[in-house]
């Protein structure tokens, strides 16, 4: 019994010793707890702390804790005084009253491990590192101006029909359908040819953007089933894809038929054909004559001449045949735009009819090869002067040394392009012209004042003179103005993906830029309807695609490569045909009932040809 009450002694007074001893510290510290206001810990376990009430989803235990103890708690962590806030006010005190003092992390053993000692934002200690690595990484990846820049902005589309997408909204006179449509959508719109996307450009700055800025992108072309057809595959200069084939043939028919050297070479065949038709209208001696029909055949015969060396006998055929060409050109099948429903295109015989007219074309074709392949056996003096377009397609072929090679075909769809780029174009101004000035007596007046003064006499102006008629110039500017030939140009396609002025474009979108819209813009041009050649006269503004608000010909890769030769055919034709006769109307018609109504194809004719009667001026 002594025993254990020894032992009870001698072990107790340890302990007692340290209770002594613990008492006035625990009174000591918790007088001065009491001082300094601390918030009073959760009831915890010892070594663990308030851990085991966390459980698995903290928020929810901490929560429920919040509700017992408090809006602002203390907990442990173990050994960790945690403070736990569940009110605003607790949290507005810590993140903004107090947000400097409460800006540190603590370190914790696993994130410090995780991110390179705490190198990275979220568990760095306040400080000069901190603050510099976070502000950079908001610069360059999380401010406002960043990540807009991340955001894909997409052209948003105009209200379309399943299927047919905006298809029936282009109508008969898909550029005029298209400019109103701008007008409610703006320059610069979305739309859908069954499901095909399509990018309608209805201003200069638009047209600036994809043929300047990014002609290169945009110098594509689609792939559509019945220009493919009639181009041997898109073996042409115009439907041909952007490439090195392209590059070549274009560059060959620039330098052997189109470039002003070239050109300047063919002025004995247009002034021996302007002069043929002069004559034939004075034959007519006072009766009415199909002006139309005239010039058609004058820009024909020019251009067999100088591309296939001869005017063919049965060159009607060939006319008719280029006819059916060009309106199958024009036609929109509705399998380019809806694959899967092609057959309609077959059943409404446009399959039919592309065949045919392909075959026959073939067949012209093949015939004239034949017949250059042979004339050249007979006569191979190599005299270049000489040498026609399919001369020199022959040679290029036959080269062993040239590093490009092509075939047959590609001779052919050359020369299809030349034809069917070249002719109706070419004509079609000439025409509206003539009809403009004759529904305006004073513009006609003005420029017969011009060309009298400047022909002196002479029984014919010749090109020499050309350089001098500013007024002639300003009356082809207005007419391609007015009546552009091809009101939309051929349609461009986006090689790559694109920001076309601040939306995102994809690659292999159609882009159709309305120049006939822009033409007649009344932000660009003052009373755009009205034909004024005037206002041609103190303006540098040409149409040779520098100047986007005037684009008849396009502008940049893909632009017109005709433009010397249609425009030394047409000053010629204009300035004779003003300079020998008057035209009046057939039965005394007023200038003003002249009908300008027009025909869409893929180029814009007028739809009635132009009759008249020519009195000789002198
Ligand atoms: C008034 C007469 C003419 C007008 C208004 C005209 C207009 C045009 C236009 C708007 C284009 C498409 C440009 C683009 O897609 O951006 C074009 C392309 C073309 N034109 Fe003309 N053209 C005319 C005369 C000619 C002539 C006389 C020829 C040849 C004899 C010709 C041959 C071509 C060719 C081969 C292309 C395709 C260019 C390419 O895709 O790289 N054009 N033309």
Redesign the pocket.
């Given at each position: 019994m002594f025993l254990s009450f020894q032992f009870l002694v001698f072990s107790l007074v340890p302990f007692l010793v340290l209770l002594l001893l613990l008492i006035p510290f625990q009174w000591l510290s918790s007088t001065s707890k009491k001082q300094k206001n601390t918030l009073p810990s959760i009831p915890k376990l010892p070594i663990i702390g308030n851990l085991h009430q966390l459980g698995s989803a903290p928020h929810f235990s901490l929560r429920a804790l919040s509700k017992i103890h408090g809006s602002l708690m203390l907990i442990h962590l173990g050994s960790v005084p945690v403070v736990v806030v569940s009110s605003v006010e607790g949290a507005r005190a810590v993140l903004k009253t107090h947000d400097l003092i409460f800006s540190n992390r603590p370190k914790l053993s696993i994130p410090a491990k995780l991110t390179y000692g705490a190198k990275d934002i979220g568990f760095a200690p306040y400080g000069e590192h901190w603050r510099q690595v976070k502000s950079i990484t908001v610069v360059h990846l999380l401010g406002r101006k960043r990540v807009r820049s991340f955001r894909k902005n997409t052209l948003p589309s105009i209200p379309k029909f399943p299927i047919i997408g905006n298809l029936h909204q282009l109508g008969s006179a898909p550029h005029l359908s298209l400019r109103a449509l701008s007008k409610k959508h703006g320059s610069l719109m979305l739309i859908h040819l069954g499901s095909v996307p399509v990018v309608v450009v209805s201003s200069a700055e638009g047209a600036r953007a994809v043929?300047k800025t990014h002609d290169l992108i945009f110098s594509n072309?689609p792939k559509l089933s019945i220009p493919a057809k009639l181009t041997y595959g898109a073996k042409?200069?115009?439907f041909?894809p952007y490439g090195e084939y392209?590059r070549q043939v274009?560059s060959i028919?620039v330098v052997h038929?189109?470039s002003r050297k070239r050109v300047r070479s063919f002025r004995s065949i247009r002034e021996r054909e302007t002069i043929s038709m002069i004559d034939m209208m004075g034959k007519t001696r006072g009766s009415v004559v199909d002006l139309s029909e005239m010039i058609i055949s004058l820009t024909n015969n020019i251009?067999c001449q100088v591309a296939l060396g001869r005017i063919y006998g049965d060159y009607k055929k060939f006319k008719e045949l280029l006819v059916a060409f060009q309106n199958l050109l024009g036609v929109m099948s509705v399998g380019s735009y809806i694959p899967w429903l092609s057959w309609v295109d077959w059943l409404r015989g446009l399959e039919g009819r592309t065949n045919k007219v392909v075959k026959e074309l073939d067949e012209f074709f093949d015939g004239v090869i034949e017949e250059h392949i042979n004339k050249n056996k007979m006569v191979n003096d190599g005299n270049e002067k000489e040498k026609d377009l399919v001369d020199i397609l022959l040679d290029i072929q036959r080269d062993d040394t040239a590093d490009f090679k092509f075939e047959r075909d590609t001779i052919k769809a050359v020369i299809a392009?030349?034809f069917s780029?070249?002719t109706d174009?070419?004509f079609s101004?000439i025409e509206w012209a003539l009809s403009e000035l004759i529904r305006h007596p004073k513009t006609m007046e003005k420029l017969q004042v011009e060309v009298t003064k400047i022909a002196q006499g002479r029984p014919m102006i010749t090109e020499d003179d050309m350089v001098n008629m500013h007024y002639l110039k300003a009356v082809l500017k207005e007419t391609?103005r007015l009546h552009?030939?091809?009101p939309i140009?051929?349609p461009?396609e986006s090689r790559q993906d694109v920001n076309l002025m601040g939306y995102d474009i994809p690659q292999g979108t159609q882009v159709m830029?309305n120049?006939s819209a822009i033409a007649t813009d009344p932000l660009l041009w003052d009373e755009p309807d009205k034909f004024k050649p005037e206002r041609f006269l103190n303006s540098s503004i040409d149409y040779k695609g520098f100047d986007f608000e005037l684009l008849?010909?396009?502008?940049?890769?893909?632009?017109?490569?005709?433009?010397e030769?249609?425009v030394a055919i047409?000053e010629l034709v204009l300035a004779n045909i003003v300079y020998k006769y008057d035209l009046a109307l057939p039965n005394d018609g007023r200038p003003e009932e002249l009908d300008m109504s027009e025909i869409v194809g893929i180029v814009v004719r007028k739809k009635l040809p132009l009759l008249v009667v020519p009195t000789p001026r002198f």
């Open positions: 043929l072309r042409d200069i115009g041909a392209w274009k028919t038929l189109l251009i392009d030349v780029g070249g174009t070419t101004s391609l552009t030939p091809f140009l051929v461009h830029i120049v008849p010909f396009g502008a940049g890769r893909r632009g017109c490569p005709g433009i030769f249609t047409n």
